[in-house]
C-alpha cells in the first residue's frame, strides 16, 4: 500500500511540476554527465517516453548527423536512467517525429509565439539549445519566469 501511495504522489507531483513549467530533474548518473552533457546539456528524461529514448541510445553511431557511439556499459547505464524517469505524463509519453523533443505537439505549442528571428539568432542557435533562453533549464526549471531571450 505504501508503495502505491508512493506511486500516486510521484505521478501527481510530477503532473503538477510539468504544468507549472518545471521538470522533475533526477540527479543524472556521472556517466550521462560525462557521455551526453559533453556536446549538450544533459535534457530531462521526462520530455520523451521510454520508446524515444531507447531508439536515441540504440542509434548513437547516427545520432542527428553526429556519430555519438559509447561502449556497451555506458549505453547501458545512461539507457537504465532514461528508462527510469521517462514521460509518462500524457502530454509527453507521446513518442514525437524523429524523437526530437522539438518536434513533440507540447514544444511547439509552449513556443508557437517565438518568430523565426529567435531561432536564426546566433546566440540561440537551434530550438535543442534550451539553455539560450531557459536559464536555469538544467536544474528542470522551463518556467517563464526565468526565460531570457537572447538579444
Known amino acids: 500500500m505504501k508503495k502505491?501511495?508512493?506511486?500516486?504522489?510521484?505521478?501527481?507531483?510530477?503532473?503538477?511540476?510539468?504544468?507549472d513549467g518545471n521538470v522533475p530533474s533526477p540527479n543524472p548518473p556521472d556517466k550521462v554527465k560525462s557521455e551526453c552533457a559533453s556536446c549538450h546539456m544533459v535534457y530531462q528524461p521526462a520530455f520523451l517516453p521510454k520508446?524515444?529514448?531507447?531508439?536515441?541510445?540504440?542509434?548513437l553511431d547516427k545520432h542527428y548527423g553526429?556519430?555519438?557511439?559509447?561502449?556497451?556499459?555506458?549505453?547501458?547505464e545512461i539507457s537504465q536512467w532514461l528508462n527510469q524517469y521517462a514521460s509518462t505524463y500524457q502530454?509527453?509519453?507521446?513518442?514525437?517525429?524523429?524523437?526530437?523533443?522539438?518536434?513533440?505537439?507540447?514544444f511547439?505549442?509552449?513556443?508557437r509565439?517565438?518568430?523565426?528571428?529567435?531561432?536564426?539568432?546566433?546566440?540561440?542557435?537551434?530550438?535543442a539549445n534550451c539553455m539560450a533562453c531557459h536559464t536555469t533549464a538544467d536544474a528542470g526549471n522551463y518556467d517563464e519566469d526565468?526565460?531570457?531571450?537572447?538579444?
Open 51 to 59: 520508446e524515444s529514448w531507447a531508439r536515441i541510445v540504440n542509434r
Open 4 to 19: 502505491i501511495y508512493q506511486l500516486v504522489l510521484s505521478l501527481s507531483i510530477s503532473t503538477l511540476a510539468l504544468a
Open 108 to 111: 511547439i505549442k509552449k513556443h
Open 66 to 76: 553526429v556519430d555519438a557511439s559509447i561502449d556497451p556499459q555506458s549505453n547501458k
Open 113 to 127: 509565439e517565438l518568430s523565426s528571428k529567435v531561432w536564426a539568432n546566433p546566440k540561440v542557435k537551434s530550438r
Open 91 to 106: 502530454k509527453t509519453s507521446i513518442a514525437p517525429p524523429n524523437d526530437r523533443i522539438t518536434e513533440s505537439a507540447w
Open 146 to 151: 526565468f526565460a531570457r531571450i537572447p538579444k
